[in-house]
């Protein structure tokens, strides 16, 4: 069996910065509130004229590709992590195949696991060139959330979260064992789909009349099941996340033969810097081992981890034999791991 390395990775995040005395102007919210309860102190924010969820992805996959020295053409599938498709469907993996001028009509195939969706597909991606069916994978995470918030005080839990911006890897296969993605784990628990959630278009519709159709989800469905933006019980959502990212972490570790002291980098899902604190003090992780950002971007959902291996490759902190564990949790619920051997 082939390993997969990592040669490249990328990041795009648009030009405007939202910060949260911006969010002030226009919400009931603080400053204060959103950096005591989630460390963010600004977000981007994408211009509709000027940026699209594949188009970040394009954006940032052109940087991966040049610091891996490989073209568009190079590439033999495409993977494309997002929840905030520019289009209902077909997902952006196909328009990336275009707008990134890649020459063969080559397969792209979309991961819709929100939160968790970079790792899932970098897992996807990691099996494919295992087993030897192709050799050079782009996998991206991209999210254009600001356009699906409620910016108004009554989205204000949700919608101060939640920033734009695009993340790319260049995954190609190697010979040599030990190194590249030692293992992934994937979990799911669909039982809090309604958690974290935005439920519409979905399984949300009207009869010809006019009349909502009541389906099994939305037994109860007013018209307010039409909302498009995000709903989530934050509270919940805290609450297993601690315990998920710290279970699936050990497991990564477990199944290598390895411990946190063996850990050079934790590279977490953004979600809330409380949550990255719990995590680390739990592993017992000194502070230059874990790397936060959402104090800049917020949470970008499929796009945050790749942002953060781009910004760890320019800043020069990837060293060969290093070893990277990186871990999510969100929407689903779904949680995932990755263990990588630089
Ligand atoms: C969302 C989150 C930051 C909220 O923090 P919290 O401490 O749980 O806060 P609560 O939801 O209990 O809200 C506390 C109060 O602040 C208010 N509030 C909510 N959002 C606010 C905002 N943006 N600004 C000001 N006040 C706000 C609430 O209305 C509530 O007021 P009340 O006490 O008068 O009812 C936190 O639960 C969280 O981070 N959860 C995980 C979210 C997450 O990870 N999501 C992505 C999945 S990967």
């Known amino acids: 069996m082939y390993s997969s390395r990592i040669v490249g990775a990328g990041h795009y995040v648009p030009p405007k910065v939202v910060t949260n005395k911006d969010l002030e102007k226009i919400m009931d919210t603080s400053d204060e509130w959103i950096r005591e309860r989630s460390g963010i102190e600004e977000r981007r924010f994408v211009d509709i004229a000027e940026d699209t969820t594949a188009g970040m992805g394009v954006k940032a996959a052109k940087i991966a590709l040049e610091r891996a020295g490989l073209t568009p053409d190079d590439i033999d599938f495409i993977v494309f992590a997002t929840l905030s498709p520019d289009y209902f469907f077909p997902g952006p993996g196909v328009t990336v195949q275009h707008e990134l001028g890649c020459k063969r009509n080559i397969g792209a195939l979309d991961v819709r696991n929100q ?118 019980d934050g509270q919940l959502v805290f609450k297993n996340a601690i315990i998920r990212f710290t279970e699936v972490i050990n497991e990564a570790l477990e199944a290598n033969n390895l411990s946190t002291n063996d850990l050079d980098m934790f590279v977490p899902h953004q979600a809330n810097l409380r949550i990255t604190q719990f995590v680390q003090k739990k592993m017992q992780l000194p502070d230059e081992k874990v790397y936060s950002n959402i104090q800049r971007y917020g949470n970008t959902t499929a796009a945050t981890i790749p942002i953060i291996l781009s910004e760890l490759w320019e800043q020069g902190r990837i060293k060969e034999n290093d070893l990277f564990v990186l871990a999510a949790f969100g929407s689903g619920f779904t949680w995932a791991s990755a263990l990588i051997r630089w």
């Open 115 to 232: 939160c968790s969706g970079f790792i899932y597909a970098l897992s996807t991606a990691d099996q494919f060139i295992k087993t030897g069916m192709y050799k050079t994978i782009l996998v991206i995470g991209s999210e254009t959330h600001s356009n699906g918030l409620d910016l108004s005080t009554r989205g204000r839990a949700v919608s101060v979260l939640f920033g734009d911006g695009a993340g790319a890897v260049v995954l190609q296969r190697s010979e040599e064992q030990g190194k590249g993605i030692l293992s992934t784990h994937l979990h799911s628990q669909g039982e809090f789909a309604d958690v974290l959630c935005v439920r519409a278009p979905g399984n949300v519709s009207k009869d010809a009349n006019g009349n909502l159709i009541k389906t099994k989800y939305y037994p109860n469905m007013e018209e307010d099941a039409f909302n498009t933006t995000p709903q989530m």
